[in-house]
């Protein structure tokens, strides 16, 4: 089993680099493909989606709803399987 | 996405549901975030925190901010502080050159903050941007991004001498809403700059054309919309961008309504039927958003 953190990727915002968990697509246990939505975040100019960069199965939701993350903190942990 | 995914972000998202992106993975964002910590630049990408950046920074292209990151003025729709500014940095035309060659720029746009410290206002700061930019990439097309200088001709002069393909100046918003919005600025001065710079380019090849952008959704109704249009037109503007204005924070000035993709639609086909060469007009677009593609559009795709 190998478990990726997925972590948040440079949203460029110059304040902070920080976002705010809006909402999650997924739930542990979740099989998903590469590039499947995995939750919304919020800035204080749009919401993202982030995308998931590998494939695989959910294994934990690491940072919750309506929690603040920065740039470069996980998300959430993914098993890729191999 | 399910249908309880999408009521609950509704629930819980400020934005409505078209004011969504997607964040890149991969891409060039990287790259360019360390070139620009590298030569010490600035880009109004991030200090007016444009929600296109991670797109703009995974193509590889970026909008260069120069004359520092703080401003003399106060508008209210801007995220970019207003703290006493420093001396121009010498360096920086260079550095914004030696970016631009690095990055394989074909489209080079640059902007500033407003320096009414400064007697030129930066404008000869501009023309050197434009002539290293120029010698650098002789192929590639110059696009400014200009404040008023407050209505000299004399410096928008000295910027259109040094010969960029495109002289941009926003109008930003309806005359009705400048006191609240753009409170240093006036509407008929703006429109002026891109007047002088259209005649400026009488029997030379540069500018090509004049640009200007204005947001929406800050309470402005149609009407007065189709005659900031109609005033650009007449000042020679040939392109034009209208996107979404979004409040960097709870200190500017609130949205007032967020447009429909429709509507600025129907705005783009308004635009185009009014004469202009070229027009964006969509939720997120900025004045510098896809800058090259906008003008692709003018020269017919004919850019270098």
Redesign the interface.
Known sequence: MAVEDVKL???????GDMARV??W?VDPGDDIESGD?LL?M??????????S?VAGTIVELVAD?DQEVLVGEVLCRIDTGD | MSKASESATARRSPFPPWLRKRVPTGGEARRVRALLAELRLETVCSGAHCPNLPECFARGTATFMVLGDTCTRSCRFCAVPDDPPGPPRDAEPEAVAEAAARLGLRHVVVTSVTRDDLPDGGARHFARTIRAVRARLPKAAVEVLVPDFEGREADVATVCDAGPDLFNHNVETVPRLYPAVRPQADYRRSLDVLACARRLADGRDRPRFTKSGLMVGLGETGDEVRAVLADLREAGCGIVTIGQYLAPSKAHVPVARFVEPGEFADWESEARAMGFAAVAAGPFVRSSYRADRVYGECTGGATA
């Open positions: 990727p440079d949203l460029g915002e110059d304040a809006a909402f697509y939505e919304q919020l800035t204080d100019k749009a919401t993202f989606d982030v995308p960069p709803e």
